[in-house]
């Protein structure tokens, strides 16, 4: 199992990385979001960690260090693929 990070923020590169590679778990905004709806991928879980996010009012930055901040990450995480019928 090959494990990629992309970091961009050309929506074209995201794409690409998107329709090339089999991801499980995608990280990111309502632009990855949006991204991951035109290519129809319903199966894989998504985290919004990041502005801009359309679909959730967000007040501050949610950080993502220390041990609360991680195991609510983890729980997005489990909850996310939970959606998807995953068994992890």
Do not use: H, W
Request: hydrophobic share 40%.
């Amino acid at each position: 199992m090959s494990k990629t990070f992309q970091l961009s923020p050309d929506q074209y590169a995201i794409r690409d990385c998107l329709l090339d590679k089999a991801t499980n778990l995608i990280l990111g905004s309502s632009i990855e979001e949006q991204i991951l709806e035109s290519l129809g991928n319903e199966r894989q879980a998504f985290i919004p960690i990041s502005f801009p996010y359309m679909e959730k009012v967000m007040l501050t930055f949610r950080p993502l260090i220390g041990f609360n901040d991680v195991l609510t990450l983890v729980e997005d995480a489990m909850n996310s693929l939970k959606r998807l019928g995953s068994q992890y």
